[in-house]
């Protein structure tokens, strides 16, 4: 357990951080792929050596999975360009085994590694009453995350401050066991610890990873969700009690059922990334009511496009396929009409910019939120509003590469202005004007643009379009990843994976919609 304040220090605590830093080297920029949701992503993440998991295959055998396992029990260089955040929901599933879980029957050593750790634990403590049960879900909960970020290659961040986190708290776990749970692991040799100090002005948490040391115990654990698959959350992102009401809990049961049999479809499958496994387990999440918002999050929808083409489902090739300018044509089948032509084309205005400004104006529930849209796009297109964002860009860049190799590092004061800049705004454009020539362009939806919670209805809208693509492919056995209204699926499903999300828009809508393959 170690403060890192310098480079040299990090070699110390992390020898491998010579290599990492070499990965990370102006040399290597090419391999580094900046992206909004996370400090950098991996354009191109780790190369296995040819023989390992073989090309295509009929379906995932043991000798095969054995083989992936091995990959990762070898020496190889080690490179961490992104974080995950500690899921509190996910655990270790200590009796059900999958062949994507690299053993289909659980022997009594894997069985006891977790009641070996804990009691390990445990006897260190000096505290004659000791809340056990607690104990065992903390580190089951940290170990299941370790296994996460070690087959995604990412650090786990946790946070040492006092306090329950709610949001996605099933067990109640709070940051002071975390901690502990982390500090004995970390003197015992399971995890690499690298704390950030309280009240530090980057904010930055602390970071985790698992060493060969534990991985080797625990590797044959097969990761999964607990709590609710259908969760509303209020205003603070705090998961909330479903209301007890016939009509609500029937159209959870109804969410809970098609996830759970899409769940059980892609337990038995191997999803990977350039030979890495990730997660495919997810939640639907709707915003205050189960009528608004519930769209499908996993943590593999935050990879950037370019990485998810390269995305394989038992060895095989992916495509994505995506409804196009869905939100648009929804709004459209609301008042009863089909969308004609391509909705981002204003007179006088730059396709890409109208694209933009599109999506937060669908996303605008109320007239005052239109005139603020407004402002920010006014205040976007002038000259210095846009050098000062590039100079802030130019300084959080070099603050991500910092953490990204675990470094500490303060980040840059973002100013209000910039917070709310609107990137591709041509220089001096007129905010009220635009809007105004925008909503002209859409005149028979223009009532809706800017009602009460016309985002999150929207997203309601799609995410049970969604739904009933999940439910019909998995009932014939297709497998799919979604990112919100897109759907990752094997190139040789694609013709009949275009039918489905074809069928259900217009048996939704009763009308027809384009499905195309995103430019990457």
């Given at each position: 357990?170690?403060?890192?304040?310098?480079?040299a220090?990090?070699?110390?605590v992390?020898?491998?951080?010579?290599?990492?830093k070499?990965?990370?080297?102006?040399?290597?920029?090419?391999?580094?792929q900046?992206?909004?949701?996370?400090?950098?992503?991996?354009?191109c993440?780790?190369?296995?050596e040819?023989?390992?998991?073989?090309g295509?295959?009929?379906g995932?055998?043991?000798?095969?999975?054995?083989q992936?396992?091995?990959?990762?029990?070898?020496?190889?260089?080690?490179m961490?360009?992104t974080?995950?955040?500690?899921d509190?929901a996910?655990m270790?599933?200590n009796?059900?085994?999958t062949?994507?879980?690299?053993?289909?029957?659980?022997?009594?050593?894997?069985s006891a590694?977790l009641?070996s750790?804990?009691?390990d634990?445990?006897?260190?403590l000096?505290?004659?009453?000791?809340?056990?049960?607690?104990?065992?879900?903390?580190?089951?909960m940290?170990?299941?995350n370790l296994?996460q970020?070690?087959?995604?290659?990412r650090?786990?961040l946790i946070?040492?401050?006092?306090?329950?986190v709610?949001?996605?708290?099933p067990s109640?776990?709070?940051n002071?066991?975390?901690?502990?749970?982390?500090?004995?692991?970390?003197?015992?040799?399971?995890?690499?610890?690298l704390?950030?100090?309280?009240?530090h002005?980057?904010m930055?948490?602390s970071a985790?990873?698992?060493?060969e040391?534990?991985?080797r115990r625990?590797?044959?654990?097969?990761?999964?969700?607990?709590?609710?698959?259908?969760?509303?959350?209020?205003?603070?992102k705090e998961?909330i009690?479903i209301?007890?009401?016939?009509?609500?809990?029937?159209?959870?049961?109804?969410?809970?059922e098609?996830?759970?049999a899409?769940?059980?479809?892609?337990?038995?499958?191997?999803?990977?990334?350039?030979?890495i496994?990730?997660p495919?387990?997810?939640?639907?999440i709707?915003?205050g009511?189960?009528?608004?918002?519930?769209?499908?999050?996993s943590?593999?929808?935050?990879?950037?496009?370019?990485?998810?083409?390269?995305?394989?489902?038992?060895?095989e090739?992916?495509i994505?396929?995506?409804?196009?300018?869905?939100?648009?044509?929804?709004?459209?089948s609301?008042v009863?009409?089909?969308l004609?032509?391509?909705?981002?084309?204003?007179d006088?205005?730059?396709?890409?910019?109208?694209?933009?400004?599109?999506?937060?104006l669908?996303?605008?529930?109320?007239q005052?939120?239109?005139?603020?849209?407004?402002?920010?796009?006014?205040?976007?297109g002038?000259?210095e509003q846009?050098?000062?964002v590039?100079q802030?860009d130019?300084q959080?860049?070099?603050?991500?590469?910092?953490?990204?190799?675990g470094?500490r590092?303060?980040?840059?004061?973002?100013?209000k202005?910039i917070?709310?800049?609107?990137?591709?705004i041509?220089e001096?454009t007129?905010?009220?004007?635009l809007?105004?020539d925008l909503?002209?362009?859409?005149?028979?939806?223009?009532?809706l643009?800017?009602?009460?919670?016309?985002?999150?209805?929207?997203?309601?809208?799609?995410?049970?379009?969604?739904k009933d693509?999940?439910?019909?492919?998995?009932?014939?056995?297709i497998p799919?990843?979604f990112?919100?209204d897109?759907c990752?699926?094997?190139?040789?499903?694609?013709?009949?994976?275009k039918?489905?999300m074809?069928?259900?828009?217009?048996?939704?809508?009763?009308?027809?919609?384009?499905?195309?393959?995103?430019?990457r």
């Amino acid at each position: 357990m170690t403060f890192i304040k310098n480079e040299a220090q990090m070699v110390l605590v992390m020898p491998s951080y010579d290599t990492l830093k070499a990965a990370n080297s102006d040399e290597s920029l090419g391999t580094l792929q900046p992206n909004e949701s996370v400090p950098l992503a991996l354009n191109c993440p780790i190369s296995v050596e040819s023989g390992g998991v073989g090309g295509s295959l009929e379906g995932i055998y043991i000798d095969h999975i054995q083989q992936y396992r091995n990959l990762f029990l070898t020496p190889q260089l080690e490179m961490f360009f992104t974080y995950l955040k500690l899921d509190r929901a996910l655990m270790l599933d200590n009796g059900s085994f999958t062949r994507n879980n690299y053993s289909n029957v659980v022997n009594e050593i894997d069985s006891a590694v977790l009641d070996s750790l804990l009691e390990d634990y445990l006897s260190t403590l000096t505290k004659k009453r000791i809340h056990k049960k607690s104990h065992s879900v903390g580190l089951n909960m940290i170990v299941a995350n370790l296994i996460q970020s070690f087959f995604t290659k990412r650090l786990l961040l946790i946070s040492r401050m006092n306090g329950v986190v709610q949001e996605n708290n099933p067990s109640n776990i709070d940051n002071r066991l975390i901690a502990r749970l982390c500090d004995w692991l970390s003197d015992e040799g399971y995890i690499e610890l690298l704390i950030q100090p309280k009240q530090h002005p980057s904010m930055a948490q602390s970071a985790i990873y698992a060493t060969e040391k534990l991985i080797r115990r625990v590797i044959n654990y097969r990761v999964i969700q607990s709590g609710n698959p259908v969760v509303i959350r209020n205003n603070l992102k705090e998961e909330i009690k479903i209301p007890d009401k016939k009509s609500v809990l029937l159209k959870v049961k109804s969410h809970r059922e098609v996830l759970e049999a899409y769940s059980k479809l892609m337990s038995d499958l191997l999803v990977t990334l350039d030979g890495i496994q990730i997660p495919v387990h997810g939640r639907r999440i709707f915003n205050g009511t189960i009528d608004l918002g519930g769209r499908f999050y996993s943590s593999y929808q935050s990879l950037p496009s370019g990485d998810r083409k390269r995305i394989k489902i038992n060895h095989e090739q992916t495509i994505e396929l995506d409804y196009k300018t869905l939100h648009y044509n929804l709004l459209y089948s609301i008042v009863g009409t089909r969308l004609v032509g391509d909705p981002y084309l204003v007179d006088g205005y730059d396709r890409t910019a109208i694209k933009v400004i599109s999506f937060m104006l669908l996303n605008t529930d109320s007239q005052a939120g239109l005139k603020e849209l407004a402002r920010m796009i006014t205040l976007s297109g002038k000259p210095e509003q846009i050098e000062a964002v590039n100079q802030y860009d130019k300084q959080r860049a070099m603050y991500d590469r910092q953490l990204t190799r675990g470094l500490r590092a303060d980040a840059p004061y973002k100013a209000k202005n910039i917070k709310y800049h609107i990137d591709l705004i041509p220089e001096n454009t007129d905010g009220k004007k635009l809007v105004s020539d925008l909503l002209e362009r859409h005149t028979a939806i223009k009532h809706l643009i800017g009602s009460k919670d016309i985002g999150l209805r929207l997203q309601n809208m799609d995410s049970n379009i969604i739904k009933d693509v999940m439910r019909l492919a998995t009932s014939e056995g297709i497998p799919l990843l979604f990112v919100h209204d897109s759907c990752i699926c094997k190139r040789g499903d694609k013709t009949r994976v275009k039918e489905i999300m074809l069928e259900v828009y217009k048996g939704v809508t009763g009308f027809s919609i384009r499905v195309t393959q995103p430019k990457r």
